[in-house]
């Protein structure tokens, strides 16, 4: 009898543990992703004040995504997919929303399209896996204020734990290479209020030394790792000049690759099909009410001349240009017959002597699009070289910076065109009809889809 009722007990005893084992299991999983998304929380709100709560890191971005299971030297890695398509939704011409009329519609340039051929575009967001930017941003993380930027500075400033002055830029002007951006930010530099940072007009940070880059990856070279210290050191304005003017003055960063170029991400992120995060997303997360101007032209003329300047010595003229686009355009469709546009656009296998992608700025405009909104603001080569005056007036206006137009007028007479096409360059003429031709072929669709996107006509180049 003492043995039954012993075996019943020990039976009890025995179930009731595995009960509380399972139980236990399953809470510490619970309040383990409860701490991940708590961490995420509490890293956010360093970067909001009290009265402008801003989410840094979006629902959609981070909740209800799809897993797969890749396999990662021997090792099972669980990330979210990254494999999206663009999905593009036909309206009729009474519901499309119509295409803008702006002053730059009057610029002579082909356009094969009519308003009723465009519909509207509307790209699926991007599935961003945005914890592998925080674990790369630690030391960003850990110097930005907990209680959000001083309120009477137009560039975002604070002091941080040390006493430290530090400041970071107000506005950025992205990109994109050989679009003029040199010239843009020198007109720019004009007003008073725009100020140049003290490590100069091109810091790197953002696209290369925050993560540091191998010899050979571009044209420069390797560069070693920085800080983000280091970097806001190089930012912060070191004269009376500018306290003066806190509420006034844009620290005005333009490094020309800041839109487009993610260098390591293939190296670093193994597992994903495209970049899990973009310097969009890193800059927003750091300063999410930063101002972006991207500067594009047409891609045709943009890649002959950031072919004949970045020659690193090469003989370049239009025959080798010819051959190297040829087989750029052959390699990049190959690309597209595996992968779709987004991871080709972003490939480090793209040529770094004939930068075909870059053209492509439907690719790398949406995520700034999806994450700044009404704080981007794109402008064509085009309309600025031809109508620069009331152009530089509608970047002030978006940088929130009054202007007076006779003066303004009065310097652009008595100014010159920075950074345009070295002599040695033009000396090589144009680029062969041929090649035009089939650089045309090749953008018109890409063309067509940030036209759509950004339901203007004037990126009909």
């Known amino acids: 009898m003492l043995s039954r009722i012993f075996t019943s007990h020990y039976s009890t005893r025995v179930g009731i543990l595995i009960l509380v084992i399972i139980s236990t299991l399953a809470y510490y999983n619970l309040l383990q992703k409860s701490n991940e998304s708590s961490c995420l929380m509490q890293v956010d709100s360093r970067q909001t004040t009290p009265e402008n709560k801003t989410e840094i890191v979006s629902e959609n971005r981070t909740e209800n995504l799809p897993v797969v299971n890749l ?110 951006t040199t010239d843009l930010y020198a007109k720019l530099e004009w007003h008073p209020d725009i100020l140049r940072p003290p490590a100069g007009k091109e810091n790197m940070y953002w696209p290369r030394s925050r993560v540091g880059r191998k010899a050979g990856l571009m044209q420069a070279g390797h560069r070693p790792k920085e800080t983000f210290e280091v970097y806001t050191d190089r930012m912060t304005p070191d004269d009376m000049k500018f306290k003066s003017n806190k509420n006034r003055a844009v620290i ?79 390699r990049f469709q190959s690309c597209l017959q595996g992968a779709d546009l987004r991871s080709c656009c972003f490939s480090e296998q793209n040529s770094v002597k004939v930068q075909l992608s870059l053209g492509i700025y439907v ?54 065109t920075e950074n345009s096409r070295r002599e040695k360059d033009l000396l090589q003429g144009e680029m062969m009809e041929r090649t035009k031709r089939s650089l045309r072929a090749f953008y018109q669709p890409y063309n067509v889809m940030l036209a759509q996107y950004l339901q203007d006509k004037k990126y009909l180049f």
């Open 71 to 180: 396999t990662v030297e021997e090792k099972t890695v669980t990330e979210p997919s990254l494999d999206l398509e663009p999905v593009v939704q036909t309206q009729s011409p009474a519901t499309s929303k119509p295409l803008s009329d702006n002053i730059s519609d009057n610029i002579s340039t082909t356009k094969n399209l009519t308003h009723s051929d465009l519909p509207v575009l509307e790209l699926k967001p991007q599935e961003k896996y945005l914890p592998a930017m925080i674990k790369e941003s630690n030391d960003i993380i850990s110097l930005l204020p907990n209680q959000g930027f001083l309120p009477d500075y137009k560039s975002f400033c604070w002091n941080d734990q040390k006493g430290t002055f530090r400041c970071l830029p107000g506005a950025y002007i992205a990109g994109v290479l050989k679009c003029g």
């Open 363 to 416: 690719c790398f405009i949406q995520d700034w699009v999806e994450n700044f909104g009404d704080n981007l603001l794109v402008i064509t080569l085009e309309e600025y070289s031809q109508y620069m005056a009331v152009t530089l007036k509608r970047v002030f206006e978006f940088l929130e910076i009054g202007v007076d137009m006779k003066e303004l007028e009065t310097f652009l007479q008595n100014s010159q």
């Open 252 to 330: 005005l960063d333009g490094t020309p690759v800041l839109l487009e170029e993610h260098i390591g991400w293939e190296s670093r992120f193994p597992w994903a099909k495209k970049p899990p995060y973009t310097n969009a997303d890193l800059l927003h997360f750091v300063s999410p009410r930063a101002k972006i101007i991207a500067m594009v032209r047409d891609p045709t003329e943009r890649l002959w001349s950031d072919y004949l300047y970045f020659r690193n010595g090469e003989i370049r003229n239009p025959e080798t240009f010819d051959r190297a686009v040829e087989e750029e355009i052959t």
